[in-house]
Every structure is written in C-alpha cells, then in structure tokens.
C-alpha cells in the first residue's frame, strides 16, 4: 500500500494523464500496456522517472480515492497557470503543472509525440476533463456551442450540392405545400378525410405540372425521370403519404402505361394519367405469393371471338391487395395477371382495367375493399381488388413486350420467357430508385430534429458550472454523426443511380436492376435505425407528435418491404453478382484462371502481411486506398466463398434451389458489402468532382467517417479473416470518436444543407 502522497518533480508532468485515466476508472490492461509501450520507447525520459510512472500504472495496486483527491487538489492549487477555456492537450497540460518548464526530459517533439498517441488511444478530451477538478464559479471565457455561429464557408455549396440542380424545382414544390403545413400537420384527421387531403394535394401538384415530369414532352412532360424524383424526394420532407400517394399514381400506375404500353396507350391515356384527371393504381401483389410475382394466380384469358381479355380472380387468397390508391380514389388499375392464350401460358403480363367509374361506383364484377387502418400512411387508401371475370378489350394489353397478332398467336420481340419477365418488371426499378430517396429525406428530417435539440438542450456539466449542451457528450456524437454521414452517402449513390438509369449511356439493365435492389433495401434499413436513434437521442421531447418522429416512423416503416422486401432484393442483389462471376470465371481459360489465382494470392500479400494489417497510424486510416481495399476485400471474398460454397453443394447433388437456401444467409452478407463498396466509391467521386477546398475537407470528413464506422460495424468479420489486427480495430475505434468529435462542431451545418422547412425546425426548439 503507498503511503506517501507527495509528488516527485519528475512525476508532475504526468498528473493529468494519471488523473484523467484513473478517475473514472477508465484503465483497462490493454491500455495500461500501451501507456507504457510509449514512455518506455520514449528515450528522452531518465529510467527513475518511467519507474515512477509505472509504479502508478499498477492494475493492481491503483491509486486511491485519496490519491486522487490529492492529485485534484494539485491541479486545483496550480490552476492559475491552467487555461480550462483553452483546448490543451496532455503535452501542453504536463508543461504547466511542471515545476521546471525548460526541463529537456519533458519539452521535445518525442515527449509530446508520445502523450499525443496515448491521448489519442485513450480517446480522451483533456481539455474538457481536466475542467472536472473545478468547484469554482463558471470560468470567464467558456461559451457552449450555440446554434447561431456564423454559417461556414461551405454551408450553401453543400446545400446546393444536395439539391443536384433542382433548387427551383424544389422551391416550387415547397411554395405549394408551406401553404397547407397547418393541414399537413394536423393529427386528429378520421381516415376518410386525411385520405380526402392527401388527394386534394397531389391534385393541386399534378395541376401545377409537377406529376408528369417524367413522361415524354408530347403528353406534357420534360422526358426527367430525374426531376421526378425530386419532386418525390421533396414532398417527403412534408407528408409520406403524400410521397406515396404521388407515387403510386404518377409513377407506378403512369409508369407502367408509359414502360410497358406502346403509342396507343399512350396517346389515350397519358395526358390524363398527368393531370389526374384518370387516377390509377397499380395491381401487382396478391395476398398468397407476395414478392413471388412469377407465381401471381390472376388470369387473363384471351377470347378470339371477341378479341378481348376475361381477368379472373380464382379464389379469396389470389385478390389484389396492399393496391395502394385502390381503396377509394383509383379508376383504373394496371392488374398484373398469367396471359393465356388457346389454354398455352405465357407467363405475367399487364392489362388496364376499369375498376371505378367517375362517380366512385366499382364496375360490374369488381369487388373492392379497404385493408384498413395501417401502422402509418393512413393517408393513402390502400385495398384490396377482386376480379369476377371482367371483360376488357384487347386493347386494354399494355402490349410493348407481349402481343396477340390478327390470327390469335402470341408474339413477343423478347423470344425468352423469363428475360422477357424481367424485362416487364423493369417497370418497378423506378420505384425501388425513389422510395430509398424519400427515406433518406425521411433520415434528414429526424436528424435535423435531433441535431437542433441536441445542441439547445443543456443537461449536467462540470461541477460549479452551467450545464453544457448534450451534443457535447462524446455517446451523443456517436449516435447522431455516422448518420449524418450515410444520409451523405446514401444521398450521392442514389443521385448516382438515378442519373445511370436514365442516361443514354449503354449500361447492363441486370445490373442496374440489382444495384437499385441492393441500395433499397440497405438506405431504406439505415432509415428505419436512424429515425429510431434521433427519437431516442431526444428523449421526452421526441416522443411528442409535434417532433415528427411518430409519424416518420409509422410512415417510414413500411419502406422496409414494399417495392420488394428488403432480404428479397438483397438476395436478387446476391444472384446478380454471382451470375458476373459465374460470367468472369466461365471465360477464363487456364492462363486466366492461374493469373485470377495469383491475383487473390497478391491481394492476400499486400493487403493480409503483419505490416499492413497492423497499421495504425492516421494517414492510412483515412486514406481512399486502405478504406476501398478493406470493402473491396470483404466484397470479393464473400463473393469467391458464396460461389465456392454453392458449387460444392450443387456437386454434391443437391438441386439449386436447396442450394441457395444452404446459403441465403451468406447471400444476403455479400449483397451487403457489394452495396457498401458501391456508396465508399459514389462518395469518393462526388469529393473528387468538387473544385472549393472547404467542401471537398468537410466532405472528405464525412466520408472518412461512413468508411470506417461501417468498418467497425463489421470488425467482427475483418477481425475473423485477419484483415486487420486487434490493435488496428481499436484505432479504428478511437478514429471513429475523433471524427465524431470533429463534425459535433460543424452539425448544425450539415443538416441545414437538408432544407428543412423552418417551421420544422423551429419545433425543436420549443420549451421542452
């Protein structure tokens, strides 16, 4: 047991980091060892003085509650020589408390060197610690980060950035809506009638030509896909249901008129689908087989003597149902339903059906129900569609892929029947590139609510001193700025996508099929954590309807698994990539396969020896080339081991369907980190494309974090496959804090590039 607690001169300059480490009994073994690694290679500090040091670092024989105080009373004594307003690190802190400054032993670039790495593996705050010794009044010259800095240099590029060009597009679309927010926020509406003013609005948009951007300027539109979007994206910061509302009417049930029908079709119907002035739904899912649309049992008959089509419902469990718009408002469906043809199946095809006249009254042998009250977006009226063998003339096929000639044959310009399947689904890749997009403005609108709470809300402080902002505490930064940074990541793949999809450029369709599959379900999934996180880092306040949270997650929930359920589209996502290197591998002759081999053996060299695996410093954590190996890797490999894995099963005689059950788990891993290499890269080229030195630094910051916090997610992994080291991990660790720190300054920023109304802001702000 010590005794004494007199200070050796050659122990003061290490009072604040034995007091800082210890008082909250914060040493853990691995710490303790790398506090000594550090003075012990530090050759500048006498041997008597390490001893010393070493003496105090002993696990088990700790400092005592005395000890402490001692070492507090001190600091406290010497506090006239200390600046608690100053940001000062460990080197700066042993300096002034020493009795003797000039002293060669502790004033040189290794010393400060080496308390700066245990400062930063520590991952503490000195300066903010150090004030905890404090029981004076509030020192002069401490401010708590206010609200009202002064914006930064980058705010309005980055907002602009965020707007991708359609700022005016936006600011017409939030013109229309601020002036119906009291409405819009009203939260004792009765089913029929908040549905009624979901209806008003997107009549009021479809008026104001903002439904129809994307069909071709001969019916009105501007032939953008991409201003479309927008148009969805903007209305997510004010109602979901509106956004779904709109959706399903101009894109889903117009879409699929515009994909899948050819002039005829639409020269009758497009110009009304845009004004509204023939609502429509779309019919696809069926209460049995759900995402298993090859399986829909609805049926289309084809009668020669009539040239005209009997659709046919055969029993309760095949009825449409989840029709968005179907419940009340639409009057003619896009019903998805088997095409047969003299008693010869071919397969899913579309047909448009009355379902409603303009008085509201179903047609003749049409059977409509409402699903009901829903978890969220009880806005739009969702039902369910039950067909009595309705007529509809041939016509009525929405025929661009699949047709009936004048003798009664089918033909199809796609000769395969399940690329001609796909080639008609293509009519949901539209919706799976817009709901992650409304998600994500969903993530944005919470995380402007919290980020605003967070830094007027006050709670606890240093003793004798005012509360400080809860944004301050190091677990508040870490649930709140990796969010931040995917809703940045996620902003830009999705931008990204939208512009390949639409472009002119020659890309696979399949691929871009998969691509928009595997981000749906990854963006909409952050969606659903984050709206959860900023409810909860709001505590009481955000359990009040007036923050939006209640609706945001009602609302949002379902984005999870329509327009595909999410682990099914990951799984297409999965299946897409293994039929690429089913492609790559089936091309290589030997000398490919030996330099495919020899190419996973340089990998594993470069990448998987003790240097690089071991390596902590800064520069490599933050560099492009270290967080796009470390993806790229978790990528591939779990590419090569799903495909190794498959082949041996299917080898071993079971079918492929068994096959693919054996591995779905690994399916759904590597869908997820092929999406994940997917956003690092989008992110990488939006910095690189930027010319200001300010945006490019906060973005890189932001980048920097969604790289290594999705690291961290995943170190279980990277730790199995030897990709990095304990040490390495608890860098990363460390970096992940420090990140979050940095940005904590540069939050209220970030999220006003969001644009979010300022009445939704100013929310919270309110007396709590």
């Known amino acids: 047991m010590k005794t004494s607690i007199s200070i050796p001169d050659s122990l003061l300059p290490f009072i604040p980091l034995l007091y800082i480490a210890w008082a909250d009994d914060v040493l853990e073994e691995h710490e303790i060892a790398y506090i000594k690694k550090q003075i012990d290679q530090n050759k500048t500090i006498k041997e008597e003085t390490k001893l010393i040091v070493y003496k105090w670092l002993n696990p088990e024989n700790p400092p005592s509650a005395r000890e402490l105080a001692y070492w507090k009373s001190y600091i406290k004594d010497h506090a006239d020589v200390l600046d608690p307003a100053a940001k000062m690190d460990l080197f700066t802190l042993g300096k002034r408390l020493a009795k003797n400054p000039n002293s060669e032993e502790w004033v040189n670039d290794q010393t400060k060197q080496s308390l700066s790495h245990i400062e930063n593996y520590l991952g503490i705050a000195s300066h903010e610690a150090i004030r905890s010794v404090y029981e004076t009044n509030p020192v002069q010259g401490y401010q708590t980060f206010t609200i009202n800095k002064p914006k930064k240099g980058y705010s309005v590029q980055l907002k602009t950035l965020l707007q991708h060009y359609n700022a005016d597009l936006k600011t017409r679309v939030q013109n229309i809506l601020d002036k119906h927010k009291e409405a819009i926020e009203s939260y004792d509406d009765d089913l029929i009638t908040r549905k009624e003013k979901v209806f008003k609005w997107t009549k009021e948009l479809a008026d104001a030509g903002l439904g129809k951007l994307a069909y071709p300027s001969a019916y009105g539109g501007s032939d953008s896909m991409v201003q479309y979007a927008a148009v969805f994206e903007e209305l997510a910061k004010y109602d979901l249901s509106l956004t779904i509302k709109f959706g399903v009417h101009f894109g889903l049930f117009g879409g699929s008129v515009e994909s899948l029908g050819t002039t005829y079709h639409h020269d009758k119907y497009l110009k009304d689908i845009g004004t509204m002035a023939l609502p429509g739904c779309f019919a696809m ?40 718009n179907a419940g009340l408002h639409a009057q003619m469906a896009t019903v998805f339903a088997q095409l047969i043809v003299d008693g010869e199946e071919h397969g ?21 129900g409402d699903n009901g009250h829903k978890m969220g977006l009880n806005g739009v009226d969702n039902g369910t569609l039950h067909f009595n063998s309705v007529r509809i003339p041939k016509e009525n096929l929405l025929n661009k892929f699949g047709d009936i000639d004048e003798d009664g044959q089918y033909f199809s310009p796609i000769i395969s029947p399940s690329r001609r399947f796909f080639t008609m689904l293509g009519t949901l890749v539209g919706g799976r590139l817009c709901v992650p997009i409304a998600g994500n403005m969903a993530s944005k609108k919470a995380l402007n609510m919290a980020v605003y709470f967070a830094l007027d809300r006050k709670q606890f402080g240093p003793p004798g001193e005012p509360e400080q902002s809860i944004m301050d505490y190091p677990t508040h930064q870490k649930k709140l700025m990796p969010l931040i940074a995917n809703a940045y990541a996620y902003d830009f793949a999705h931008d990204h996508l939208l512009k390949e999809y639409t472009s002119d450029a020659d890309h696979d369709a399949q691929e871009m099929e998969a691509l928009a599959a595997g981000l749906k379900a990854l963006s909409t999934w952050n969606t659903t954590t984050t709206i959860q996180t900023c409810r909860e880092a709001c505590g009481g306040k955000g359990y009040l309807s007036e923050m939006y949270f209640d609706l945001l997650k009602a609302d949002s929930d379902i984005f999870t698994t329509f327009e595909g359920d999410n682990t099914v589209l990951l799984q297409l996502t999965a299946k897409s990539r293994l039929t690429y290197f089913r492609k790559q591998f089936g091309k290589m002759d030997w000398w490919d396969t030996l330099k495919y081999i020899s190419s996973i053996a340089s990998t594993n060299l470069s990448e998987l020896n003790p240097l690089v695996t071991r390596d902590t410093s800064e520069e490599h954590l933050l560099s492009n080339d270290f967080q796009l190996a470390a993806f790229t890797y978790r990528e591939e490999y779990s590419l ?16 492929s369907y068994d096959a ?36 490019k630094e906060i973005l890189t910051s932001l980048k920097n974090l969604y790289a290594l916090h999705r690291i961290e997610e995943n170190k279980g992994w990277y730790l199995e496959h030897d990709y990095i080291s304990g040490s390495k991990s608890l860098s990363i660790n460390k970096l992940v804090q420090k990140l979050c720190k940095e940005l904590k300054e540069e939050s209220q920023h970030l999220v006003d590039a969001f644009d979010i109304p300022k009445h939704m802001t100013e929310t919270a702000l309110k007396f709590y």
Not at 350 to 366: H, S, T, W
């Open 285 to 324: 899912t069926e209460m049995y087989h759900g995402s298993n649309v090859k399986a829909l049992q609805t049926t289309a008959i084809y009668q020669p003597e009539t040239n005209s089509f009997i659709i046919n419902t055969p029993s309760q469990h095949d009825r449409k149902t989840y029709i968005g």
């Open 348 to 368: 899913i095809h579309a047909f448009l059906v009355p379902i409603r006249n303009e008085q509201g009254d179903a047609m003749p042998g049409i059977t409509i």
């Open 640 to 655: 090569r081991s799903l495909a190794m894995r498959l082949s041996k099963k299917i080898k071993e005689g079971m079918d």
């Open 660 to 695: 693919f059950l054996h591995v779905q788990v690994h399916l759904i891993d590597m869908a997820s980190a092929y999406i994940d290499r997917i956003v690092l890269e989008r992110f990488i080229a939006t910095i690189d494309e930027q010319e200001d030195a300010s945006l």
